[in-house]
Each structure stands twice: as structure tokens, then as C-alpha cells.
């Protein structure tokens, strides 16, 4: 019996090779199949080959979700290179500070990303690639156009890889001194890609309309699912106008939608789903957050046809870790499910044993989709992975079936909608601002996004510090989904006797 | 104040947290420069129905009515025909 591939290129390599005039990528601007992908794939591996990339190089991306993205993504790996795909909304200290910590030789950047400029005149130390740009646009001295990378020959040698090389580096916070880089091997990214395509049942057939950006685990998880077994990936970059996703999704008539519990609430809460026809719509997956067993019931009653699958995950296990049956829906409410195939999971107690059914713990996991650690931080690896389990930080408890519950979190990230942010982030850039004495960012429970940002601030005695100044700095030097909704201006901040904020009273 | 104005003097304060006019063009798309993203489409929705005693149908979130000042101009000016 043939063995199966050992890494997703070489599972993206045969999906392509088997189903090459089948749709790939449906994006904003092209329609690409199969062959056309493997080709940009080709093309990418031989530009980074003949431009010296040695095996275990990374090279970051910042690039909208597009047919683009998935052909620089695998090209990287099919280089033997390992991605680094940053956060398309970050503003350029965030993607520099990232480029710099994971040593990223090369850049890729979307030709009209805003932050563009300014990453190209501030960094050096890497080669800057256009994405999308024609030979005249290249930024001088900097860049390379996407021209030149089209015009590379399509025949790029085979590069053999192991399951136990380095495949990316996943960020999950830029806090100036100590970005956190969840590094996964070719082995992790293929495990868990094989268990969810197993519980999913996805198959050549299927397509999906996308919203989740690609650089999220979740989303990322997305991409490599139907890459690997010849389904479509039909993108829809923003969620603003709900109407238009679900017209596309009946446009489409695809079999699977993927989002997190805010993409839910916003889609019930401004559209008649009635009102389409989704009467293809297979299954829908549910990550990056508790959804309220409320929304999930308006959800299943709105598409009765279709399956709805709890799943809970972490970037730190590649993405996921649990999911729950749909025909377990009504009997487990509330609940995340178990441990997917080839994972072991386990709630344990503060003294690091097995807590008993009902009993809150730690949520612990075990299995080949387990990173490798944070990208040159042995202390933060340490803190969360010991004897090659992960300590997650999320709290639960199980029922007496083994079913897990959610009961919270041991850490202060605050979960925003689809995003994890580090509360320190927000606090390093208010901090920065002359009037601010000091500053604590929680987060606020919110109805559509679970949580929203809170800032309070303590000014320095004598200054006149307004809300507008501390949101227009944090908007110049934070993504758009980190700046506070709302500030508070406090006399001093609730601190222990040692001087510790008591952020559990500022909630 | 007109409602090109009070728009206007709405989406910089709330979204962009200045009051430098040149900060945004009229015809500037919130999509495309980042300047809303899905809740803030909402917010901006809520202010709309409360400041100018409209109901925007759901129908109606549609770029073409709100994805610029100059389009919510045009929209609220047909609203209230």
C-alpha cells in the first residue's frame, strides 16, 4: 500500500496533480484551478531557489487572503523554507518587529498594502517582493516585482522534506519585547489536517466560502483542508456587508462555511437566511470562542439542513484540539466535544492530576499536532509545554461521558471577536504617549464579540489627556481590532500590597 | 451643520480619532482604507437610524449605500424622498 504523504506539499502536489482543472481559489479578482496553482506554486519555489533560500529559511508574508497567498504559502514550503504569514491588518512596527524576531531573509507584501511604505524605507535585512506589482512599481533599491517571480521557470526541483522540519512560525501577540511565535512542524500541520478532514468527511467535492483570514490557525486550517484534498475555497475578505457573503454563498452553492461565534451573531442579526438559497450547505464550523447555545439553536433552527460542528482549538496545537458531533448538539449543549483523532486530552488540576468529572482544571493535550515551542523563547515554551504536553491556560470541566465544557481562562488575552490580543501590546503603545501615568487594558464582555477592549488610564498630575488622543495613537500604531472602544481616566489603578494590578477588578 | 458635515465629524471622530479634516476624503472607502470594520458598519448604521430618524433595511447594508460619506450622503438624501 502506498504510504501516505508525509507532509501537506506533498498532499497539495497530489490533490493537484489529481484534480488540475478543478477550481483551487475563487478570489475577488480570478478564478484559479488546481494546475494553475501548482504552477504559481513552481514558479515561487524556483524565484526563492535560485535567489539562494536555504532548507529552514523563513520568509514572512503579509498578504490578503487570495489565490496569491496560497501560491507563495506552498511555494515557501515546496523551497523547503518556512512561512511566516503576519496579520494583514498589523501597522508596520508590528510586521518589522516580526520580520526581525523570526530572521525572515524575504518579505512578501501586497503591493497596495497600506502599511507598504513604510515598511520598505524602515526595514532592511531581507528582500522586499511585491505581490501583485509590475516591473515599474518594484520599490527602488528594496523590491522585486511580482513580474520578475512570474517570469521563473515553472520546473523547480524537489526538495525533501522531513515531518520533523519546521514548517511556520504562527504570531500571536507583537508586544515589542517578547512576540510570541507558535512554531509547527511539517508533522503537526499534517496531523491535525488529516484529523479534521476525517471528522469533517471533506472531500473533492466539497467548497467553501471563506471569511477567516489565512494567517489565523483557523483560518490557515481552512486553507490547508481543501488544498490537500481537491475541494474549492471560494474568499470573501470582509464580513461587512453580510448580505453580500450570503449572496455568494448561494451564488456558489457551496457545502461548507466556516466562522467564529461573532460571524455568527452578526449574520443572524442583520440577515434573513431564509432569503437564500443554501439548500447546498453541508456543514458549518464553529471556532475561536465559546458561542452561546442560544445563538448555535437560531443557527441549526435557521439551517435545519445543515450540520452545525462545535470546535475548539489553539494555534499552539495547529489549530484543533476538540470538536463536538452535530448529532451531539442537543445532548452535550454548551459543550466543546472531545479530543480529535490522534489527540489526548486531559483536565487537570492544579496539582497535576486528572480533575474529576465537574470538577474546573486546566485543559492539557498531548499528540503529533502539538507545536514544537515559541520561536526563540525556551522560558514562555517551558512555562506551557512540560513532558510534551501543552498546558493551554483554557479552564474546563468534563461531564461524566468525558464531554469538556469551557469554564475560562487562567490568562488575562482578551478574545475579540476572531482575535486573541495581548492586553500588553495595547498597554506598551498607551504607555508611549507623554500624559499617560499608567495604563491596564482588560477585556469588556460584549454581546456580538464576546469581549471588547477596555483602557483604564491614570494621566499625569496636570495634564489635560483625552480619549481622542489616547485612540488616535493607538490607531496609528495598532491594528484596528486592538484599539480600546472605550477609556477610562482613573485616579490609580486596584494594585496588590507588592504593587501587582489587580486586573480582575478593573473587569 | 449639514449631513455631509455631521457624517463626516462622525466617522473622524469615532474611527479615525481626529479632528483634522484632511484625515478623510468623502469619497474615501471605508472597506479599502481600513477605517470600519464589521461592527463598526453596525455603529455607523445605529447612528444613522438615530440622527437622522431613518430605518436602514437590511437590504440596504450594500457598499454602494455606505461604504464612503459621499455614499451615505446619497443614501440618506434618497431615504427621505
Not at chain 1, 515599474?136 to 513580474?147: N, R
Not at chain 1, 515589542?176 to 471528522?199: Q, R
Request: aromatic fraction near 8%.
Amino acid at each position: 500500500m502506498k504510504p501516505a504523504p508525509a507532509t501537506l506539499v506533498d498532499r497539495f502536489r497530489e490533490s493537484a496533480a489529481s484534480h488540475a482543472d478543478s477550481l483551487a481559489i475563487a478570489d475577488s479578482a480570478n478564478r484559479v484551478s488546481y494546475r494553475q496553482l501548482s504552477e504559481l506554486v513552481d514558479k515561487v519555489c524556483s524565484y526563492l531557489l535560485s535567489s539562494g533560500l536555504q532548507k529552514g529559511d523563513r520568509i514572512a508574508m503579509v498578504v490578503a487572503n487570495s489565490a496569491e497567498y496560497a501560491g507563495i504559502f506552498y511555494g515557501i514550503w515546496a523551497a523547503g523554507g518556512v512561512t511566516v504569514a503576519l496579520n494583514t491588518q498589523a501597522k508596520a512596527r508590528d510586521i518589522l518587529n516580526w520580520v526581525g524576531h523570526s530572521d525572515a531573509r524575504w518579505l512578501f507584501i501586497d503591493r497596495d498594502h497600506p502599511e507598504r511604505e513604510a515598511v520598505a524605507e524602515a526595514g532592511s535585512g531581507f528582500t522586499l517582493v511585491d505581490v501583485g506589482a509590475g516591473e515599474a512599481d518594484a520599490v527602488k533599491d528594496h523590491g522585486v516585482s511580482w513580474q520578475t517571480l512570474l517570469e521563473c521557470d515553472a520546473a523547480a526541483p524537489k526538495i525533501e522534506l522531513q515531518r520533523s522540519d519546521l514548517a511556520s512560525i504562527i504570531y500571536t501577540s507583537g508586544t515589542t519585547g517578547h512576540p510570541k511565535g507558535v512554531t509547527l512542524s511539517h508533522g503537526n500541520l499534517c496531523a491535525n489536517i488529516e484529523s479534521i478532514l476525517a471528522y469533517l468527511e471533506l472531500s473533492a467535492g466539497d467548497s467553501i466560502l471563506n471569511v477567516l483570514p489565512f494567517y489565523y490557525s483557523y483560518g490557515n486550517s481552512i486553507l490547508h483542508t481543501h488544498l490537500t484534498i481537491g475541494a474549492a475555497l471560494i474568499l470573501e475578505n470582509s464580513l461587512l456587508y453580510p448580505h453580500r457573503v450570503m449572496a455568494k454563498m448561494a451564488e456558489e452553492a457551496v457545502s461548507g462555511f466556516s466562522g467564529v461565534p461573532s460571524t455568527f451573531a452578526l449574520l443572524l442579526s442583520r440577515v434573513n437566511l431564509e432569503d437564500y438559497d443554501l439548500s447546498k450547505l453541508r456543514y458549518i464550523t464553529q471556532a475561536g470562542g465559546a458561542m452561546a447555545p442560544a445563538l448555535a439553536d437560531r443557527l441549526t433552527t435557521a439551517l435545519p439542513h445543515t450540520e452545525l460542528f462545535i470546535m475548539y482549538g489553539q494555534t499552539e496545537a495547529s489549530a484543533r484540539l476538540t470538536y463536538l458531533p452535530p448529532s451531539m448538539l442537543d445532548e452535550k449543549r454548551g459543550s466543546i466535544g472531545k479530543a480529535i483523532a490522534n489527540t489526548t486530552i486531559e483536565v487537570r488540576n492544579k496539582a497535576g492530576e486528572v480533575a474529576p468529572p465537574g470538577e474546573t482544571g486546566e485543559i492539557c493535550a498531548h499528540g503529533d499536532n502539538i507545536m514544537q515551542g515559541y520561536w526563540k523563547d525556551k522560558e514562555k515554551t517551558d512555562q506551557v509545554l512540560k513532558d510534551g504536553w501543552l498546558y493551554t491556560g483554557d479552564l474546563a470541566h468534563t461531564d461524566s461521558d468525558g464531554y469538556l465544557y469551557i469554564d475560562g481562562r487562567s490568562s488575562d488575552m482578551i478574545k475579540s471577536g476572531a482575535n486573541r490580543i495581548s492586553p500588553k501590546e495595547i498597554e506598551e503603545v498607551i504607555q508611549e504617549i507623554a500624559d499617560v501615568q499608567e495604563v491596564a487594558v482588560v477585556g469588556s464582555p460584549d454581546e456580538l464579540l464576546g469581549e471588547v477592549i477596555k483602557a483604564y488610564v491614570v494621566p499625569k498630575k496636570g495634564s489635560d489627556l483625552k480619549q481622542m488622543t489616547i485612540q488616535h495613537h493607538c490607531k496609528q500604531n495598532l491594528a484596528i481590532y486592538k484599539i480600546p472602544k472605550s477609556i477610562e481616566f482613573i485616579d490609580e489603578l486596584p494594585k496588590t500590597a507588592s504593587g501587582k494590578i489587580q486586573k480582575f477588578l478593573l473587569k | 451643520m449639514s449631513t455631509e458635515a455631521t457624517i463626516r465629524n462622525y466617522i473622524l471622530e469615532n474611527y479615525l480619532f481626529t479632528d483634522d479634516q484632511s484625515a478623510l476624503n468623502s469619497t474615501d472607502s471605508f472597506l479599502d482604507k481600513g477605517i470600519l470594520d464589521s461592527t463598526g458598519i453596525l455603529e455607523v448604521i445605529y447612528f444613522l437610524e438615530d440622527e437622522f430618524g431613518i430605518k436602514v433595511e437590511d437590504t440596504e447594508m450594500v457598499p454602494e449605500n455606505l461604504d464612503s460619506v459621499d455614499n451615505i450622503v446619497s443614501f440618506i438624501a434618497k431615504k427621505r424622498q
